[in-house]
Nanobody
């Protein structure tokens, strides 16, 4: 099983970016998918999560600015980020709870850098 993020980059404050996370491999089911971020010197924090039924949850710091979604196949997740602030600069990671057989495990992507310049 592999999670691959894409879409990071450098953007000016107030700008927008869309991150993608694609899951591949021997996947029977994907439950919760989530975006985390980690800035230098800080702990990794939850940004947003989406269940297989489409329920969403957001960190207070991104509510109203970020939108998490999944495609119809449920194997690709997106994070639409708008009104970006310099504080949003971090490495963004996707995480997914994936069933491959008898059990389910959490998998992480390699991360994608988002840099917001002032």
């Amino acid at each position: 099983v592999q999670l691959v993020e894409s879409g990071g980059g450098v953007v000016q404050s107030g700008g927008s970016l869309r991150l993608s996370c694609a899951a591949s491999g021997r996947i029977l089911s994907i439950n919760v998918m989530a975006w985390y971020r980690q800035a230098p010197g800080k702990q990794r924090e939850l940004v947003a999560a989406v269940t297989s039924a489409g329920s969403t949850n957001y960190a207070d710091s991104v509510k109203g600015r970020f939108t998490i979604s999944r495609d119809n196949t449920k194997t690709t997740m997106y994070l639409q980020m708008a009104s970006l602030k310099t504080d949003d600069s971090a490495v963004y990671y996707c995480k997914a709870n994936i069933g491959t057989g008898w059990w389910e495990n959490d998998y992480w992507g390699q991360g994608t850098q988002v840099t917001v310049s002032s």
